[in-house]
């Protein structure tokens, strides 16, 4: 097991004081197979009164409610974490499973129902797999695709892209690419839904990492047999036991790491600064 503590921070400064919205942060990783957290701590300003819950993901949310008017708006987070070696394909898919589209039972589709909802695109041909052509193989190809031809940008705040506007710059945040590749996904007849967390040391060239060591956010598909399978579409791979979820959704408002707003008369500039450590111990 490798021993990790995540340390996070993230600064809104308004140049006067607001009025803020209750915030939902969802910063906070999620146990699995493969990681155990240990413990956490978590704080924002002094005035605030959090409330704590899981969501309908099963997420870990902290609902942060401020009484008064504040000029500095601040989250942070400590986490540590075990983690064990985890190959990412490391599964068997079933027999239906095996060749494009995995076939779903009545069951699954009834249980999976959300994660076949959005939006149909006109895709490049790299994205629309031949029905019958090997599942994995596929998969990796298209998640390949996107790492090729989307170049990578990072963007602190912000709505995700629509698919379409993705392939339209040629470029994208991580949550651009991971919303395209569950679009893409959706309209192949395959249950999709968005994650986001944190990367740590990837094993891939130091040249090419994008949001290492960064709130990261990626795609994951259910196949029978396998589960939830994670692909990150920023960097080309399946997940392993570098990625440690925080949450999953089906829209990317369900995993964006704090959702809230500021109230004034009239637009207030601000300044965020955050900064992300991921140690061994």
Known sequence: MVKLIISYRAEYVYEEAVSLSPHIVRLFPRDALHARVEDFAFTTNDSADISWRRDLFDNIVAGCFYPREE?????????RISAAERNPFGFLLEDRALQW??????RERELLGAYFAGLTGNWPAALCPVAGADTVETLVAMNEWIHTNIAYERREE????APEETLQHGRGACRDTAVLLAAVLRSSG???RLASGYLWESASDPADRKAESALHAWTEVYLPGAGWLALDPSNGVLTDHHYLTAAVGVLPEDIAPVTGRYFGHRTIPHRLTTSLKI???
Do not use: I, K, M
């Open 71 to 79: 000029s500095r708006l601040v989250f942070s987070l400590e986490a």
């Open 101 to 106: 589209p995995a076939d779903y039972n009545a």
């Open 158 to 161: 912000g709505e995700a892209f």
């Open 190 to 192: 395959l249950a999709a």
């Open 279 to 281: 140690e061994r111990p």
